[in-house]
């Protein structure tokens, strides 16, 4: 085993080299990740404003699974979904088992809860009035509902980047799902997880700096974002 | 503006097993100011936002000019003609200008039309702060100038002068007068009866569910356009 400065090193120089494998594993794990995030948003929120705004029988019981699928650990929803495509699973015959759409199947139940309950702490938090102010002032239901976003935006943005950052770092789901194939499934947890396996941390490390940067990135933006809004810039 | 009337009948309304509203009838008419008087927990907010169509009913009409219907019906219509103000207005995250703004509808000459709201509210030293940064009297003189860039039919104000000094009262009398002197329908809703013997033209009351006259009051204040 190297010295872990010479693996850091090492994993630098794969990233700086543009190493086409790295950065093809890193492709296609944003790829995945914004797809599942790209069809669950709009569901999510939606969702979201329901459960906050009407009044219908099973509401109660809606906002308390959700918040209770939050804590679903991700090898479970993939295990879930490769039972329903696997080959004698009740969806094999759509032959999906060990595609990228697999994978984003399992990255939209895993951040569909995440985005519905972090919304709607939101939406709840919402002063009523803003609603009521926006639907009197001449907006339909469908600007109404943007208004009420835009009101809440940062709540939001947290529950974007809450969901973004699980889905990207889950290994369970994506494993189980993917099959981590090169250069098609193989993403950048599973990659980190085989690597790390095989005793060659420079690309584990390498993936893992990206992750990183990513998370640090996101939360200094949401942060610099709220120190705007706080000084009314 | 639209010259319209509202005729709502037999509107009641309860929550659980507390009847709020039980037939309460009422009119609105272009350029005429209804006063409405009732205790706390009387129904007033209740049946204002019936009105507006932001809650449903349990029973109750509407005409505005072609009979009779019930209040399903019309809930829209109401939404888009009649205009309600919050006791505290809601200001949206943004500056005077964007808040004043949001009333008009795509493709009109929103700077223009700006323009003359912040003159007509007195808005336009703070065109450009935080809605939320004003004072109690301010927000509310905002949120009149942002209903009068909507042009409604009708505009209910529930409790429109509570928690305000002499100045920030005065100043919004005025500006309910200007609205009343456009054709402005006007049902207000308030305590403070006195502030308004300048303005009203109808005063009424409720209570027990249902709408009657009301006593005359008492102290009067004078209201001077600035």
């Known amino acids: ?233 | 503006m639209t010259q319209a009337q509202f005729r709502f009948t037999g509107i009641g309304k309860a929550f659980g097993e507390r009847r709020v509203l039980k037939a309460a009838n009422i009119d609105l008419s272009a350029g005429c100011c209804v006063l409405l008087s009732g205790r706390n927990g009387s129904g007033k907010s209740t049946l204002l936002r019936i009105m507006a169509g932001m809650e449903k009913p349990d029973r109750g009409e509407v005409d505005f000019g072609g009979g009779p219907l019930p209040w399903r019906r019309c809930s829209h219509y109401l939404q888009q003609h009649i205009l309600y103000l919050h006791q505290q207005p809601y200001m949206f995250d943004g500056n005077v200008r964007y808040n004043l703004g949001y009333a008009l509808r795509r493709g009109r000459d929103k700077k223009t039309l700006i323009a003359a709201a912040l003159h007509w509210g007195g808005l336009e030293a703070m065109a450009n702060a935080p809605a939320r940064s004003l004072s109690g009297g301010e927000r509310q003189r905002l949120a009149l100038a942002r209903a009068w860039l909507r042009r409604p039919a009708a505009m209910l104000l529930d409790e429109p002068t509570a928690n305000m000094d002499i100045e920030a009262r005065i100043t919004t009398l005025a500006l309910l007068r200007s609205l009343k002197e456009e054709g402005y329908a006007l049902l207000i809703s308030s305590h403070d009866q006195h502030h308004f013997d300048d303005l009203f033209d109808v005063r009424l009351h409720l209570g027990d569910g249902r709408i009657g006259p009301a006593r005359p009051s008492a102290q009067r204040i004078t209201v001077v356009r600035s």
């Open chain 1, 1 to 233: 085993m190297q010295p872990l400065t010479e693996t850091i090193a090492n994993a630098t120089r794969l990233l700086l080299d543009g190493n086409p494998e790295l950065w093809g594993i890193i492709a296609i794990s944003f790829r995945v990740s914004l797809t599942a995030m790209l069809v669950a948003t709009p569901f999510a929120i939606l969702t979201a404003f329901a459960l906050a705004h009407f009044e219908f029988p099973g509401r109660k019981l809606l906002v308390t699974l959700f918040s209770s699928l939050l804590s679903v650990p991700a090898v479970v929803v993939g295990l879930t979904f490769y039972l329903l495509l696997s080959r004698q699973g009740p969806l094999g015959d759509w032959k999906l088992l060990f595609t990228q759409t697999a994978m984003v199947i399992g990255q939209i139940a895993l951040c569909f809860p995440i985005l519905v309950a972090m919304s709607h702490s939101a939406f709840q938090a919402l002063d009523r009035r803003a609603w009521e102010t926006a639907r009197t002032l001449g907006a339909g239901p469908t600007r109404a509902l943007f208004t009420l976003m835009r009101e809440i935006r940062f709540g939001l943005f947290a529950a974007l980047f809450a969901a973004f950052g699980r889905i990207i770092a889950e290994v369970g789901s994506s494993m189980m799902l993917g099959g981590n194939i090169l250069h098609y499934t193989r993403n950048i947890p599973t990659a980190i997880a085989l690597e790390t396996s095989r005793g060659e941390f420079a690309q584990g490390i390498a993936l893992g700096i990206v992750l990183l940067t990513l998370t640090f990135s996101v939360t200094a933006l949401l942060q610099h974002l709220q120190q705007r809004r706080m000084s009314g810039q």
